[in-house]
């Protein structure tokens, strides 16, 4: 090629790339593209047909104009939202994973329960787990290890599940109240997401003192307490007048378990104390579950009360989870002795209960679900169904609330709970460019739960696919097996001030 030819040729590659820079940057491509899908963010409002493309666990781009990719899920006629996140979950397992996760579920927390060691919940994901998990610090297992000597890490384990001792009855000494809170301690800088405290279970063992101790740390390390307050007679308030002294005192967050289920009839007026002492500068929010009946181990310390009057039912309005089957006082004894771990479901929540705490605003679903480990065994249907039954009966249905404010109480106000204690929150319950890749798709037209109580291992309808980390977990009901991209959530460890 002659000077003049090369000369020429530079100037006309020098052109073509000007003229390519001039069209603006090459096609972006995305490891998957969510199109043509009603894009609902409820922490921003958007509500509107977009494009979302995914790449490396994380949402790049929400845009009206289409986008390429390796795949592409057409979402038309379907909402797109932020994965749900239940803060309440029994059930870290590989079958209550997989009913969880079919319910819409991306992150399965236990802040009631906890665990200690906090790596101790989830031991069945040692193979890797389809959702993310993690738990907060159990003051149970610390104080069965101070109490008894021996561990239990959590609600159930490899040997099986939680046998009562001391620790539900003895009152601790001053020097084992000091021996817990260094065990607190070292549960938070284990990356516990706050500290788990299961009161009702153990209301005549836990001393005025010993509560304050576990405030007082959770209030040094702004780590938040998920409590199960000392349960009255129907509808009376000192439980809660407990932790709201204490919340107050102690400057710690405080997230109130399944108030409707303790409250009751006077679930009203419980919230109306909670918006009194936030308003004084306390820091207290609280969550629900979408099904009615409570489920609890039958040998739990209620049981040991009034607990017909308690509640206002009788035997036959308890149901052994096991089976299905509807008690007697006969069976009642027979299973209490012979059986004390066995769970059961008891009835006796009211619709318009349930509606009341679902109107409050920031008001948190969660499952509260009974350990699900064999197809055999009865679960309890909040396992299938919790998300979907918001989604479907309660804002569908009932209208108690629009779909955007559902998705706020299955996703949202749980991450800005804890992002707090735990930053990875920041990028969870939204749908938004820089938030992790955890989404759910469903037809909200037929979205529904389908599990009863009796058959808790039944899918519900309506949710079209389950991402987790940018990877599709579940579609149309089903699994994809051996797929497993969640990860163990833990907190920063942040030193007592």
């Known amino acids: 090629m002659t000077g003049a030819a090369m000369t020429a040729f530079r100037a006309a590659f020098l052109f073509l790339a000007v003229a390519i820079a001039a069209?603006?940057?090459?096609?972006?491509?995305?490891?998957?593209?969510?199109?043509?899908?009603?894009?609902?963010?409820?922490?921003?409002?958007l509500d509107a047909v977009r494009h979302v493309g995914l790449r490396g666990g994380t949402v790049v781009a929400v845009s009206e104009h289409e986008l390429a990719g390796d795949q592409t899920i057409d979402a038309s006629g379907h909402v797109v939202a932020p994965g749900f996140i239940d803060v309440h979950s029994h059930s870290p397992s590989r079958l209550g994973a997989k009913f969880q996760v079919l319910d819409g579920v991306t992150t399965q927390l236990d802040l009631e329960a906890g665990a200690f060691p906090v790596m101790a919940y989830g031991h069945e994901f040692g193979g890797g787990a389809p959702l993310n998990f993690g738990s907060s610090v159990s003051h149970l297992a610390v104080r069965t290890k101070v109490i008894e000597g021996r561990d239990q890490p959590y609600l159930f384990n490899q040997s099986g599940p939680l046998v009562p001792g001391?620790?539900?009855i003895q009152r601790a000494t001053p020097d084992q109240v000091d021996e817990m809170r260094g065990l607190l301690h070292e549960g938070l800088d284990q990356g516990g997401l706050g500290i788990g405290v299961l009161l009702d279970y153990m209301s005549i063992a836990v001393?005025?003192?010993?509560?304050?101790?576990i405030f007082e740390v959770a209030g040094e390390r702004q780590a938040p307490i998920a409590?199960?307050?000392r349960r009255g007679f129907p509808g009376e308030p000192q439980g809660l007048d407990e932790v709201i002294a204490l919340a107050e005192q102690t400057g710690a967050p405080v997230l109130i378990n399944h108030i409707t289920h303790n409250a009751m009839q006077a679930v009203g007026e419980w919230l109306a104390k909670i918006d009194a002492a936030n308003a004084r500068g306390a820091n207290i929010t609280t969550e629900t579950l979408t099904y009615a009946a409570g489920g609890t181990s039958i040998s739990a310390a209620v049981f040991n009360r009034d607990w017909q009057k308690i509640f206002n039912i009788?035997?036959?309005d308890v149901q052994w989870t096991a089976t299905g089957e509807w008690l007697t006082e006969e069976t009642w004894i027979k299973y209490r002795l012979e059986e004390p771990s066995g769970m059961v479901n008891h009835h006796y929540v009211k619709e318009e209960w349930m509606e009341t705490a679902l109107n409050w605003p920031r008001m948190m679903a969660s499952s509260d679900v009974t350990p699900a480990l064999s197809l055999n065994v009865m679960a309890n249907p909040n396992l299938s169904g919790t998300f979907t039954r918001l989604l479907g009966h309660y804002a569908r249905e009932r209208g108690v609330m629009d779909l955007r404010e559902a998705l706020a109480k299955s996703s949202l106000y749980q991450a800005q709970w804890l992002e707090g204690v735990a930053p990875a929150f920041k990028r969870k319950g939204r749908l938004q460019e820089g938030a992790d890749a955890d989404i759910v798709i469903f037809d909200p037209d037929t979205v529904q739960a389908n599990a009863t109580y009796g058959k808790p291992y039944v899918a519900p309808t309506g949710m079209a696919y389950v991402i987790v980390g940018g990877t599709i977990v579940a579609?149309?009901?089903?699994?994809?097996?051996?797929?497993?991209?969640?990860?163990r959530i833990l907190a920063l460890p942040v030193s007592p001030n």
Not at 207 to 213: G, I
């Open 23 to 45: 069209c603006g940057p090459a096609v972006e491509e995305y490891d998957l593209i969510i199109a043509n899908g009603r894009v609902i963010d409820p922490e921003t409002g």
């Open 314 to 316: 009788t035997y036959e």
């Open 207 to 213: 001393s005025p003192e010993e509560l304050r101790m």
């Open 475 to 487: 579609t149309n009901g089903e699994m994809i097996d051996n797929v497993y991209p969640g990860e």
């Open 227 to 229: 409590i199960h307050v």
């Open 166 to 168: 001391a620790a539900f």
